[in-house]
């Protein structure tokens, strides 16, 4: 295979996965909300937490097959596991006062609640409850 090929087939890969994030993030699409019965291994609800504080930072991981996650006062928030194919599909709690995970970039510094289970390393995840939620209530001064 020329390398000529070799960077057509990577280029063919990247746009695939951006067009995929692009349809996660659809304008009313909420990629986070899912019903389906099932659970994710490490989470319970004897483990869930409520807190609220500053929406900081959010990575959009899970466009390209990683995790998407939302940072609330220096506490990460596992809001979508990209490439998660698990059958049953796992019950994912949801993200409430934006449409997708993409527009709480324009909401940093906003006032977040949270209801979400922990993790064995200590994070937090909407994975596991369908009661799980993310609320972003008011918006940053930018």
Known sequence: MTKQNKNIIIGVVAVAAIVGGTFLVQKGANPVENTNVGDVAGTTDSSAKTFSGTVSAVDTGCFVDAVCSVTIDGK?????????????????????????????????????????????EGDYTLYGNSDYYVEITTTSDK
């Open 76 to 120: 990460k928030v596992i809001l979508v596991e990209g490439g998660l194919s698990l059958s049953p599909s796992p019950v994912v709690g949801k993200l409430v006062g934006v449409d997708s995970i993409g527009d709480i970039q324009d909401r940093i510094g906003a006032f977040a609640n949270v209801y979400a289970g922990v993790t064995p």
